[in-house]
């Protein structure tokens, strides 16, 4: 079966640029890498921001709604990857989706640094748009491959260090921010590396 019969794009053997692996992977490393820093990083310091008292820097909500929007929050990324793989499919392709999902993921937390009063919008955009990135993402990986090039393992092993990376940083990085200048810095840290990504 043909490439274009399969509709599957793959790059080819001769691309070897991000250690011996196609170019285009470095992307998908870094935007994996930054959204799992994001969802991680969120999940470190969202709680205490919603119930931490206004003089303290946080909401002042109380913490069992605290904890309800945090799970909320939590399952709405699951929830938004069948939005994510919707799109990709039907609508803008994995590409594009996979592009506009880290816009908004990066929107949202530019909303929660620079507009408190806005954090229900600055969650949900991060929602919806983790789930494009999660819905696409390794799918892309994929498609970087031949179906017999001996690489793919190697590629997938590399895609999902990044993910490890991020998941292991977020909590870190946004936890020493959070402490030391505020938790709009610990979500401005998120949407700089979005942006990165």
Same mark, same amino acid.
């Given at each position: ?6 509709? @599957? ?6 691309? $070897? +640029? %991000? %250690? ?15 959204? $799992? %820093?994001? %969802?991680?990083?969120?999940?470190? &310091?969202?709680? &205490? ?7 303290? +820097? ?23 990857? &069948? &939005? ?14 996979? =592009?506009?999902?880290?816009? @908004? ?15 229900? *919008?600055?969650?949900? *955009? ?7 990135? #999660? ?8 498609? *970087? ?5 001996? $690489? $793919? ?16 940083? +977020?909590? *870190? ?5 959070? #402490? ?6 610990? =979500? ?6 979005? =942006?990165?990504?």
């Amino acid at each position: 079966m043909s490439t274009a019969e399969t509709g @599957v794009r793959t790059v080819g053997e001769q691309d $070897r +640029g %991000f %250690f011996g692996h196609p170019r285009p992977l470095a992307n998908l490393f870094g935007v994996e890498m930054w959204e $799992r %820093f994001s %969802f991680y990083g969120m999940q470190g &310091i969202l709680l &205490i921001y919603l119930y931490y008292s206004a003089a303290e +820097g946080g909401l002042g909500i109380s913490e069992s709604t605290a904890t309800q929007i945090v799970g909320a929050y939590g399952g709405g990324v699951y929830l938004a990857t &069948i &939005i994510g793989g919707w799109l990709a499919d039907r609508v803008l392709g994995p590409e594009r989706t996979l =592009f506009y999902s880290a816009a @908004v993921v990066m929107s949202g937390h530019i909303a929660l640094a620079l507009v408190p009063g806005l954090s229900g *919008l600055g969650l949900v *955009l991060i929602a919806l748009g983790s789930g494009g990135v #999660k819905a696409n993402a390794s799918s892309l990986v994929g498609s *970087l491959y031949a179906q017999d090039d001996q $690489r $793919r393992d190697g590629g997938f092993s590399l895609f999902y260090m990044g993910i490890n990376l991020g998941a292991f940083a +977020g909590p *870190l990085l946004t936890g020493v921010l959070q #402490k030391n200048w505020g938790f709009h810095y610990g =979500f401005g840290r998120a949407a700089v590396g979005m =942006f990165l990504g």
